[in-house]
C-alpha cells in the first residue's frame, strides 16, 4: 500500500481518515483482472461499457473536498466500479449511489457485499435526476462531468452547508467545482483541471 503515500499523501492528502479509508479498499477488486498490473499507478483504469475507474488522486480530492466527518448521508453519482463508493462507505453514515449502466450498478454491488460494507445503496438510474426519496444530502459527489450545475442535484442538496463536488466543463477541459449551500445562497468554488467521462443522458447509447 506504498502508493497510496506516493501518489495520495506526498501530493497533498493529509486528511488520515481519508488514507486510511484508502487503505482498507483493495483496488484490484475493482478492475479487470488483466489491468491488476496497473493498480498503483495514478490513472483511471477501463472497467468495461466506455467507463473507467477513476484516478485515485482525483478521487481523494474531490472526498476531500466533501468535507466528511462520518455521520452524513451522500449521494455518489456514477457509481462505475464501486472502488469510491467503498471509500465513501468508510468515511459516511449512509451511501446512496446511482449508475446508469446495469451491468456495472451489478458487478459493484457484489464487489461491495463481498468486502462486507452494509451501508451502501446501489439504484440504476439516470443520475441528473438524483435520488429524490433520500434527499436532503450533507454530500452529493459527481464521477463524470456535466456541462451544468443539475438543478435536482442543487435541490436535494442539506441547506445546511451541504456540499456538491462535480466536474464541469467540456469534452477536452473540465474542472472540479465545490459547491456549498446554505439556506438559499449557493457558493461556488473551482478547484483543480480534470478529465472525466461525460455524464450520459437515459437512452443514450453505451459502447
Ligand atoms: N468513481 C467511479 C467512476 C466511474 S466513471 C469509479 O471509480 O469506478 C463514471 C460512471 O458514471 C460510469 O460508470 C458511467 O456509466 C456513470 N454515469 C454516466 N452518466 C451517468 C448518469 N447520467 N447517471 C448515473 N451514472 C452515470
Known sequence: ??????????????????????????????????????????????????????QPYIIALM????????????????????YQTAILSHLAKEVYSIEIIPELADDAIKRIEKLGIK???????????????????????????????????????SSQGGRLVIPIGNPSIQHIYVIEKHGDKIKKERSVPCLFVPLREEGLEYE
Open 119 to 157: 451501508n451502501v445503496h446501489i439504484f440504476v438510474r439516470d443520475g441528473i435526476n438524483g435520488l429524490p426519496e433520500y434527499s436532503p444530502y450533507d454530500a452529493i459527489i459527481v464521477s463524470a462531468y456535466a456541462t451544468f450545475v443539475p438543478p435536482s442535484l442543487l435541490e436535494q442538496l
Open 63 to 82: 472526498i476531500q473536498h466533501l468535507g466528511l466527518k462520518g455521520d452524513e448521508k451522500v449521494l455518489e453519482i456514477g457509481t462505475g466500479s464501486g
Open 1 to 54: 500500500m506504498e502508493w497510496i503515500n506516493r501518489q495520495l499523501l506526498a501530493r497533498g492528502i493529509k486528511d488520515s481518515r481519508i488514507l486510511e479509508a484508502f487503505r482498507k479498499v483493495p483496488r484490484e477488486l475493482f478492475v479487470p483482472s488483466h489491468m491488476r498490473a496497473f493498480i498503483e499507478n495514478d490513472t483511471a483504469i477501463p472497467i468495461g461499457y466506455g467507463q473507467t475507474t477513476s
